[in-house]
């Protein structure tokens, strides 16, 4: 018998007892899970365009990125809804030809009567004082001063020149998520002060975002489970599907999830949604809420990410958004909206009694299969996320269990201590580890499994074992139906 040892050499005269330890059956395979948002920064901040840093405080984000910048606010966001999950972030820099977004508030007086002005921007909420008899001129004053103190905010501010009761708003940064700062007053059922008025116009003229090949020129080969994303630009969004596409194919193997969000009608998101179709991405239909889309893809991703890590096969219906503010009640969608833009591509969410906003249902945006026809295979980003996993598992498996073996057809009798394997050998360490998925409860029916898998050596190169196998992923509860027939 011959032994296959690793590092003790053969040609041995002096007398001496070398023992040499192998991990070969020891080790565990386990995921460095990370995620990377991506975003733009301001020239305050110190890290450059196109290098992924770590961060973990809202002190460390403002610093690198600048404050009031859009990664800066993602970060926090995300930050505020789960410290845990290892969190990477590379900014970008505005695109060279691009155009700020702007918008104003016009005010009208003069207070009758004192108060407070309950200003929303972005969701962050002002409160700026009104004294009785405050005129016109005075409020707008006091909105810019406000605006201004807020250095977290999207925008800045300052007094029309040509008009003393109008406030111009312009977005920090240039691009098309600028278009979507929301401004509004009394999100919360305030009132404004007697006598005073604001008229708003939104903000709009924000073009040209960043592009996307960038960020992954930069990152290279380096695995990032999920992508927070911002821009929802269709060359942005094909740059996405493309890279998610080749990371998730056989000779790269380090798919990613992206997150994204996008804000419109039911119309105009359904329209949206309809135009993708990408397996790896999923959006999340905003409707008319307060917060920013790039927030809700920051929140909607580490929030999403959190509960994956932990078990990619379990859905993330009715985990909460901490900080996404919804839209009022009487513009959210209701159950059939929200049925249709589930056939459009589009993920939903929900809202509590405490107007809390909750993941209903997790999709990603693919519906058709390459010959154009309805497509439900990648519907829930569960499947992705369980077969990422799997295969991970059976990779490490092999690397781990048989990094120098050789290879002999399944009639050799494998002397023990040799360092070879079979085809039937590695159907048996495949069929072992099929039972620690359906452990994990990612994969049901064992002896469906056992009936279809297939190893053989390739026909023209004896050094490569050829497999086929068919998982059964397991399933969510998802619907629940009851035809009842009652008796009297």
Known sequence: MAISFDTIPEKLRLPFTAIEFSNRLAGNANIDFK???????????????????????????????GRGSMLAEMGKAQINADQFTEKWFLALDDASGGEQATGSITVTGPATRGGT??????????????????????????????????????VTAEVNGAESTEVDITCKWKGETGNDIDMRLNFY???????????????SGGTGNPDLTDVFTAIGDEWYNWLAVPYTDTANLVVL??????????????????????KGTHSETGTFGSGRNGPHVTCMGTNDS???????????????????????ARQLRTLALPGIKPPKKELRWDGTERNQLLFDGIATYSVDRGGLVRIERQISMYQTNASGFADDSYLNINT??????????????????????????????????????TPNAMED??????????????CQDY??????????????????????????????????????????
């Open 384 to 421: 992705a996320e369980t077969l990422e996993r799997i295969r991970f598992e059976q990779r490490a498996m092999v690397s781990q269990k048989f990094p120098r073996h050789k290879l002999a057809d399944d009639d050799f009798d494998i002397p023990a201590g040799q360092a070879v394997v």
């Open 290 to 312: 307060p917060t920013p889309p790039y927030l809700w893809a920051g929140v909607n991703c580490v929030v999403a990410a959190a509960s994956l890590q932990i078990d990619p």
């Open 117 to 154: 002005v309950f200003l929303y921007i972005a969701g962050y909420r002002l409160l700026i004082g009104v004294d009785a008899a405050d005129t016109d001129e005075d409020i707008a004053s006091a909105i810019v001063a406000a605006i201004t103190a807020e250095t977290t905010l999207p």
């Open 429 to 442: 360490e495949f069929l072992a580890l099929y039972t620690v998925f359906m452990d994990r409860g990612w």
């Open 35 to 65: 995620m990377l948002v991506i975003g733009q920064r301001l020239s305050t901040g110190t890290i450059p365009a196109g290098q992924a840093v770590r961060a973990n405080s809202p002190e460390e984000l403002e610093a690198y990125f």
């Open 447 to 488: 002896e469906g499994y056992k009936a279809t898998i297939i190893a053989e050596i390739h026909d023209d190169d004896p050094d490569r074992l050829d497999m086929y196998d068919s998982p059964k992923l397991i399933n969510n509860l998802r619907v629940t139906a009851v035809h009842t027939e009652y008796r009297r």
């Open 189 to 203: 059922d305030e009132a404004l002060p007697d006598g005073v008025g604001l008229t708003f116009v939104a903000m």
């Open 241 to 262: 599907e493309a890279e998610a596409e080749s990371r998730w194919g056989p000779m790269r193997a380090i798919g990613f999830r992206a997150f994204t969000a996008f």
